[in-house]
């Protein structure tokens, strides 16, 4: 069985993602709509292939090139949107949700912004909508539960498409 897919529609993977949180006032919730920023670089890079069978030079050797195009990218970007100075928080993420730690108050069935970062090539940012379904009080943050909400198709299958990638790659 798939990693942590314990009864659920969508696998999960703990990672570090770029993210940032923000809760949604009322008078805007019905206004929301998941989307990609307009900021998104669209280069023409070419993905590299996969490293099975490759031996440790040339997995580090195309790790570097994947390193470089994505820095490269993201100098390049404009980033009026914010999206280049996220911080790194660790997430659980599927394609129906995802689990993080912050520092901004929210309360179950409050509807939260998140504006992530996909370390895809040419990386992509996303604006993300979700109903909190669990907070869990901690010192000095929260830990957060998410469902997504307004997420169209096309969105939840780059999500999708990015977990798997990160599954089969370790």
Partial sequence: MPKDMNRREYI???ILLPIAVKVVSREKQNQIMSKISGNAV?????SLNNFNGKNVSDWLTAMQERFMTMV????EMDDSEGFTSLKFVEVNISGGGI????DIACEVKDIVEIKIMLPVIPPLPLYVYGEVLRVDKHTDNYKVAVRFIALN?????EIVNFITQIIDFD
């Fill in 12 to 14: 999960r993977e703990n």
């Fill in 42 to 46: 669209l280069a023409d890079f070419q």
């Fill in 72 to 75: 490269k990218i993201l100098r």
């Fill in 99 to 102: 689990k993080f730690f912050t």
């Fill in 153 to 157: 198709e096309d969105i939840r299958k």
